[in-house]
């Protein structure tokens, strides 16, 4: 069964660096064609994409957070980081990761998601 | 910068069709920007239900269709089920990475 859990703080200051980690399992980061992003969302708000990391490590970020942003997986790959800096009351949001799986024949987008987590940011 | 765009509210009865539309500012959706299609219930995370325009993963209810039609992608659910209220997205893959749509609240009444 696949499956993926978010887990970090709940609740951050002003200017921290926050740290969320995504703990994967069913699959592995290692197997060529898989990816797995990270998504946020605001309280009401639409879903957003902050990033993901590729099998080979490859990074990609969203345009307008980038500066911010640092995505890495451990050693074992069983478990994929992120890493914002300087947290504003702004980033309030609940964090997702989600696998994305391409194939040689398919694209299966984000197909599977974790349960996500809460992030305040508040001093 | 990519704009998705959606129907930002619908309401429907139980057992009607209804079609949701995605749009994107660059011009036309088309296959390649693989548009895919989530289902988000309140306080739940989402759930995928459509990838690659049509597509639809092992779990996705029959009643739920996607295809490009007009320049834009579209979900189309044939006889919605109350169960079927829900948040949905859109996403698409272009080159500034993956971008959502605003979202439809689909009400079913």
């Known amino acids: 069964q696949v499956t993926l859990k978010e887990s970090g703080p709940a609740l951050v200051k002003p200017t921290q660096t926050l740290t969320l980690t995504c703990s994967i399992s069913?699959?592995?980061?290692?197997?060529?064609?898989?990816?797995v992003s990270w998504i946020r969302q605001a309280p009401g708000k639409a879903l957003e994409w902050l990033g993901r990391i590729d099998w080979d490590e490859d990074t990609f970020y969203s345009t307008s957070l980038k500066t911010r942003l640092t995505i890495s997986k451990d050693t074992s790959g069983n478990q994929v980081v992120l890493r914002m800096t300087n947290m504003d009351p702004v980033d309030t949001a609940t964090y997702y990761c989600?696998?994305?799986?391409?194939?040689?024949?398919?694209?299966?987008?984000?197909?599977?998601w974790g349960q996500g987590t809460t992030v305040t940011v508040s001093s | 910068q990519t704009v998705v765009t959606q129907e930002p509210s619908l309401t429907v009865s139980p057992g009607e069709t209804v079609t949701l539309t995605c749009a994107s500012t660059?011009?036309?959706?088309?296959?390649?920007?693989?548009p895919n299609w989530l289902q988000q219930r309140p306080a739940q995370a989402p759930r995928a239900l459509i990838y690659?325009?049509?597509s639809k993963h092992s779990w996705t209810p029959a009643r739920f269709s996607g295809s490009l039609l007009g320049g834009k992608a579209t979900l189309t659910l044939s006889g919605v089920q109350p169960e079927d209220e829900a948040d949905y997205y859109c996403l698409l893959y272009s080159r500034d990475g993956v971008v959502f749509g605003g979202g439809t609240k689909l009400t079913v009444l």
């Open positions: 690659s325009t049509y």
């Open positions: 660059t011009g036309p959706v088309t296959s390649g920007s693989y």
């Open positions: 069913g699959f592995s980061l290692s197997t060529s064609g898989v990816r």
């Open positions: 989600a696998r994305e799986l391409r194939t040689g024949v398919a694209f299966y987008g984000m197909d599977v």
